[in-house]
Each structure stands twice: as structure tokens, then as C-alpha cells.
């Protein structure tokens, strides 16, 4: 599975958008892009993926560039409830489907009021 | 809908002593996943179910680890015997996997284990 890299750490401003980026330059034509978020003391969240075009839901928004080398994780009005540790995955997906989520050291962003 | 549940919740036992955990996924999920994450990193995957056969356990400290998966439901993880390096969160994760389909993960609480 190709690796990914994330920023140590970033601050964002309460109800500002959250510009969360991650590089995975090896990435292979059948790995997706997932987002999870750990918010202490408990287990990860799901929060989107995608493979190439870019993906909205409720919780954030994904944009992954043409070459798929990179994408950005938005969250579009942090809130405090936000503050968190957030991995970027890529993850094989096949007939079989057992492709491993591979967790890195993510990003810690801190939403400060 | 019920989430994946864990249990104990905090755990503390000597080394070399020896400690199960014990997780019941959602109801229908085929896959399971168990992973340790030691403070301040993120989860390591340790091993890797699909239904009640092995799809990974690559990650698995096999001299002392050991997890199985009866009838493809609950799944229990036991160390034996603790060295002090295994204190950590024990997470357990389920997920509905289809062909193709990516299928989200859905994590327990945890069992906090320290091993003094």
C-alpha cells in the first residue's frame, strides 16, 4: 500500500474552513483516499474517501488532485468538536476487498475559539 | 443500530502475566480487524479477519499473541505473557466489505491495557 504524508500538527480558527492536507505521490490506480479522524480517548471515525474526483458528505468535503498524488481534507466550519487527530489512508480496493487500512501519525488539528 | 463493542475498558496486569480482550462487531459485518495503538501513534493493525479465516496477521507478535474468530462472529485477542512494551490501547474495528465497495470502518471503544 503506497504511504501517505501529513503535517505534525495545524491550528484553525473556530468557523473558519479546516485545510487539511496530505501527499501520497505513490499511490497506485486502485488505491482509494480515506480520511478517518480520532478524537481523544476513543476510536477512529470514518469521515469520507474517494478515488479521483472529488467528494462531498455532511461531515467534509475531499479534493484530490488531477494526478492523485495529493488531496486536501476541508472542513468547511470547524467547531471546537472538531479538534482531533486526522490520518489520510490509501487503501486497496478489489474482488476480494481485503484491503488493509494502514494508519499513519496523521494530523492533530486544534480548533481554538 | 449497535456498535462494535469491547471489553474490559482498562485492563492493568504485571508483565508476564497474561490478558484477553474480547470484541463483538456489528451484526452482519464479515470483517474484523484488531489494532494497537501505543500512545501518542496511530493504530497498527494486528490482525485481519474475514468472516472466521485469517486474511492478515502479518503484524502479529505470533510468540505471544494469539486471536481467533469462532463462527465468524466475537473475536478474542490474548497476550501471554505481557512484556511491558505491550501497554496500549486494543482496539477492535468491523466492517461490511463488498466486492468493490469501499466499505467504512467501524471502530469500538478500545481496552486500555498497562502492563507493570
Known amino acids: 500500500d503506497a504511504k501517505t504524508t501529513q503535517p505534525t500538527s495545524m491550528d484553525c480558527a473556530e468557523g473558519r474552513a479546516a485545510n487539511l492536507p496530505c501527499n501520497h505521490s505513490t499511490i497506485s490506480g486502485n488505491e482509494y483516499v480515506y480520511w478517518y479522524r480520532q478524537i481523544h480517548s476513543q476510536g477512529p471515525q470514518y469521515i469520507i474517501h474517494?478515488?479521483?474526483n472529488n467528494e462531498t458528505n455532511e461531515m467534509a468535503s475531499l479534493i484530490i488532485t488531477e494526478d492523485r498524488k495529493s488531496s486536501t481534507l476541508i472542513l468547511p466550519h470547524a467547531t471546537l468538536r472538531d479538534t482531533a487527530v486526522y490520518y489520510c489512508i490509501v487503501r486497496v480496493l478489489g474482488s476480494s476487498n481485503t484491503g488493509k487500512l494502514i494508519f499513519g501519525q496523521g494530523t492533530t488539528l486544534q480548533v481554538k475559539p | 443500530e449497535a456498535g462494535v463493542a469491547q471489553s474490559p475498558r482498562y485492563k492493568i496486569i504485571e508483565k508476564r502475566q497474561s490478558v484477553a480482550f474480547w470484541c463483538n462487531p456489528i451484526s452482519g459485518h464479515a470483517t474484523l480487524y484488531w489494532y494497537q495503538q501505543i500512545l501518542g501513534q496511530g493504530p497498527k493493525l494486528l490482525i485481519q479477519?474475514?468472516?472466521?479465516?485469517?486474511?492478515?496477521d502479518s503484524q502479529l507478535p505470533k510468540d505471544r499473541f494469539s486471536a481467533e474468530r469462532l463462527k465468524g462472529v466475537d473475536s478474542t485477542l490474548k497476550i501471554q505473557p505481557a512484556k511491558l512494551e505491550d501497554s496500549a490501547v486494543y482496539l477492535c474495528?468491523?466492517?461490511?466489505?463488498?466486492?468493490?465497495?469501499?466499505?467504512?470502518?467501524?471502530f469500538g471503544e478500545g481496552s486500555r491495557l498497562t502492563v507493570l
Open positions: 479477519f474475514q468472516n472466521n479465516g485469517v486474511v492478515d
Open positions: 474495528a468491523s466492517s461490511l466489505d463488498k466486492p468493490w465497495v469501499a466499505g467504512e470502518l467501524f
Open positions: 474517494g478515488l479521483k
